[in-house]
């Protein structure tokens, strides 16, 4: 016999006994995912979770595909947190124990993230800011994730006393205690060299475009609204909404008229756009490219925070072709025409 409960309040019971188990991170994603699923409940009257069943999955992944416009990567992840979240449920008799056993996935190609953005499109991009946006939070932000492939919270938690012009350097801090935790901890805490051309932009945000504000912990932030320190949900719909093809060219690859597409009229329907690119996206090309420019990768696994078998697996989405270039010019090859 199930027992009848209300899906917000059986969310609350699942998040709290989960938070001390996980990371800050996989919390918060967990606390995204079933968001979602609450919204769609309250839209579909589902008031006691009791009486959920399978259709009611099936017609909330066809709701997040084609009414949310999410990749097949994300609602597997979304699809993923919900199984774990009707496996406790199962476990506390809340529902019937078969809903998560016969879920049914989305099959992405493999384990990895396919979803990319090119040199030459990133080049075309931070052309389009030069010229239209230069130096505003988007612009800076943009060339800052794509000449170190930070996580979005790395650049969330830089502070303008971590970035230091004269050296052409930012140093990486973790403070959990301040509201800025990385996700590797200390063990993320770094100092990166950037290029120059991304301190000119930096720079130049800094005097023209950066709100002098403080964040809650009396804090200077690198990255503001004119409220303090951006959340994460508000730098990811900028680097969103700057990627979409329309945006940066006025030109669609997809044959949508922009005054009939929501994903270029509405800024929560960015997702809708087959192109656009995720800040983590923009994280994982960052690194192919450098790895294109035949970096080393133990220097590379070091200035991204990533371990190199991590890397290979999840970050690396060179061809095969390009991986057989960059092996030729590191043994000095020479093919004669």
């Known amino acids: 016999m199930t027992r009848s409960m209300k899906p917000s309040r059986a969310v609350d019971r699942y998040l709290k006994e989960r938070k ?9 994603n967990h606390k995204y995912a079933l968001k979602q699923f609450l919204e769609w409940c309250e839209s579909e009257d589902v008031d006691d979770i009791s009486v959920l069943d399978n259709f009611h999955i099936h017609d909330f992944k066809i ?16 699809l993923c947190t919900l199984r774990v979240f009707i496996r406790w449920m199962e476990s506390m008799g809340v529902v019937d124990g078969d809903i998560a056993e016969n879920m049914i996935l989305p099959n ?14 990133a080049n075309t991009i931070l052309d389009y800011l030069d010229k239209f946006e230069y130096a505003t939070m988007r612009h800076a932000l943009f060339a800052l994730l794509w000449d170190t492939g930070f996580r979005l919270g790395t650049a969330q938690a830089i502070d303008v006393g971590d970035y230091d012009s004269s050296t052409q350097t930012v140093a990486v801090r973790h403070r959990p205690e301040k509201g800025t935790p990385l996700k590797n901890k200390k063990n993320a805490e770094r100092k990166i060299t950037l290029h120059p051309w991304v301190c000119d932009v930096l720079d130049d945000y800094l005097q023209m475009h950066r709100h002098d504000v403080e964040d809650d ?36 690859p997809h044959s949508r008229e922009r005054n009939d597409c929501e994903a270029a009229q509405h800024w929560e329907k960015t997702a809708q756009c087959p192109s656009v690119v995720s800040p983590h996206s923009i994280r994982r090309s960052a690194i192919t490219h450098w790895l294109n420019e ?20 999840h970050y690396d989405a060179r061809t095969e072709e ?15 025409k």
């Open 217 to 252: 912990f009396g804090r200077q932030p690198f990255f503001t609204t004119k409220y303090g320190r951006p959340a994460k949900t508000t730098l990811r719909k900028n680097v969103k909404w700057l990627t979409r093809p329309c945006h940066y060219t006025d030109g669609c």
């Open 294 to 313: 035949a970096q080393n990768k133990e220097h590379l696994s070091q200035r991204m925070d990533v371990s190199t078998k991590t890397m290979d697996k």
């Open 108 to 121: 992405p190609d493999d384990d990895a993230r396919s979803e990319k953005i090119d040199a030459d499109r």
């Open 322 to 336: 390009e991986k057989r270039q960059r092996r030729q010019e590191s043994f000095g090859i020479d093919i004669r």
């Open 63 to 78: 709701y997040r595909r084609e009414e949310c416009g999410i990749n097949e990567v994300t609602l597997y992840n979304n």
């Open 20 to 28: 001390p188990e996980v990371s800050n991170s996989t919390y918060q």
